[in-house]
């Protein structure tokens, strides 16, 4: 299996960006279909992003188009997710997670979790 770690979370105004990164370990990295998953208080789990193994394709939720770009680093066992133009509706804790199977924006479809990190937007 692949173990996830998420860093970079905090707290941004309304408008500002930030960088999160998800570490993996175990497992061979690039074997995997990688996403970026948020909850907010009280709503479901909600896949914003995801990148394919070689970084080739990625997916974006309506809600994060134009704003939020994924990346990945293979050689790094590294997946980033650069946040622009931050509105207090993007505040929730951001797991990142591991797909054995091809990219999806299915959460059901994702195999291995990190803990997750708080991103919290003031307006």
């Known amino acids: 299996q692949v173990q996830l770690v998420e860093s970079g979370g905090g707290l941004v105004q309304a408008g500002g960006s930030l960088r999160l990164s998800c570490a993996a370990s175990g497992r061979t990295f690039s074997r995997y279909a990688m996403g970026w998953v948020r909850q907010a208080p009280g709503k479901e789990r909600e896949v914003v992003c995801g990148?394919?193994?070689?970084?080739?394709?990625?997916y974006y939720a309506n809600s994060v188009k134009g704003r939020f770009t994924v990346s990945r680093d293979n050689a790094k066992n590294t997946m980033y997710l650069q946040m622009n133009n931050l509105k207090p509706e993007d505040t929730a804790v951001y797991y990142c997670?591991?797909?054995?199977?091809?990219?999806?924006?299915?959460?059901?479809?994702?195999?291995?979790w990190g803990q997750g990190t708080q991103v919290t937007v003031s307006s």
């Open positions: 997670a591991a797909a054995s199977g091809r990219l999806t924006g299915i959460k059901s479809e994702y195999d291995y």
């Open positions: 990148i394919r193994w070689d970084g080739g394709i990625t």
